[in-house]
């Protein structure tokens, strides 16, 4: 036994193996590197990550600041023993989020917590959350591991996100010039995303499913459809930024579109939004037929195929459209437009055919 075993067994008979931790830095110390950014000015291990952004060309430099986590979608990569995907979600919650304001992500920090660490299981988390800051040009600046016996069930963990984005401030998207006539481009969805997953995995028990069966309508197995990873929209929507003045964005997560569309809005506006001009995933056709679910319940629900969308004027909007549609990384429908506030009216309209 090395000296410094010898130091921490107390430790180690309490459930916490420091040396198994140290291990397990060292193991992943090159898949974060693989997200380092020009800005980095530090190494894996410090008590801090330093990073110093390039603002040249900017009139007055915003920090945008998200923080988010994947939620109960967690039990069903434990259910499945799939841990390899949910690393990008936590990225891209926290992502999309600052996004929303003009914002290019600069660097992520990730949390990962459980009662005993495996360092099999937690070099998979590890290795989605890379992934998820390659797909967003995003460094993984550093995080924290902490293992708390007695505090997490056997074979669980939990996990959470930050990110920082940078944005000149002349050029945040804040929402406050939308005005009726102005045009709603869907961004769409991989599926469920990161949200309404204590319905799903009711739904999913009620089924009768199995994790290897083929899911309903689809050719995937059952466990990849419902833990397929979230969109990260970073790099489309920044492209996109570059020729299109962008009034408002929206991040279609919990509370759908009724809840989340409000938010970038004037008081004096509402959207229309018009059912059935996007594609429908089979994952939503169903959970609307196990839940036996309207689709206005499903809209207050899930994001059901639009995870992120655009608002610009009706003059850009086709041009919006074929930047978008020349991308193969990102699917793009025009789904509705802003009228003015009818008194007393909700602020999203879904027109059903």
Not at 20 to 35: H, Q, Y
Not at 78 to 87: A, I, Q, R, S
Not at 135 to 146: I, P, V, Y
Request: hydrophobic share 40%; charged share 20%.
């Amino acid at each position: 036994m090395s000296e410094s075993a010898k130091r921490s067994q107390a430790y180690t008979d309490a459930g916490v193996d420091i040396e198994a931790g140290n291990l397990f830095v060292s193991r992943i110390k090159d898949m974060v590197k693989s997200t380092f950014t020009p800005g980095v000015a530090t190494d894996i291990g410090g008590f801090g990550g330093l990073f110093k952004p390039e603002i040249k060309g900017m009139e007055a430099p915003m920090l945008v600041a998200g923080a988010d986590g994947v939620g109960t979608k967690l039990k069903l990569a434990f259910m499945f023993d799939k841990h390899d995907t949910v690393g990008i979600d936590l990225v891209a919650m926290s992502v999309n989020d600052v996004l929303v304001q003009g914002a290019a992500p600069l660097f992520f920090l990730d949390y990962f917590a459980t009662g005993k660490l495996e360092s099999g299981v937690a070099e998979q988390v590890v290795s989605g959350v890379c992934e998820g800051c390659r797909q967003s040009d995003c460094a993984l600046l550093g995080g924290e591991t902490a293992e708390m016996p007695g505090f997490y069930p056997d074979g669980e963990y939990d996990l959470s996100g930050f990110a920082v984005g940078l944005a000149d401030t002349p050029k945040l998207v804040n929402g406050a010039s939308i005005a009726p006539g102005d045009v709603m481009i869907g961004l769409g969805s991989s599926g469920a995303h990161s949200n309404g997953y204590s319905l799903i995995r009711k739904l999913f028990d009620q089924s009768g499913l199995k994790a290897d069966e083929t899911f309903p309508g689809s050719d995937k197995p059952v466990a990849d459809v419902l833990i397929q990873p979230t969109k990260i929209y970073v790099k489309p929507v920044l492209e996109l930024m570059k020729d299109i003045d962008i009034k408002g964005m929206v991040h279609v997560t919990g509370g759908g579109f009724y809840d989340n569309v409000p938010r970038i809005l004037p008081e004096g506006t509402a959207a229309t939004v018009e059912f059935g001009s996007w594609p429908m995933l089979p994952i939503f056709d169903w959970l609307k037929a196990e839940g036996n679910l309207s689709w206005p319940e499903m809209l207050q629900i899930f994001n059901c195929g639009i995870g992120y969308i655009l608002i610009c004027d009706a003059d850009s909007a086709d041009k919006a459209l074929e930047m978008l549609e020349a991308r193969d990384d990102v699917d793009a429908y025009r789904i509705g437009e802003i009228a003015a506030r009818k008194d007393g009216a909700e602020q999203v309209e879904v027109v059903f055919p």
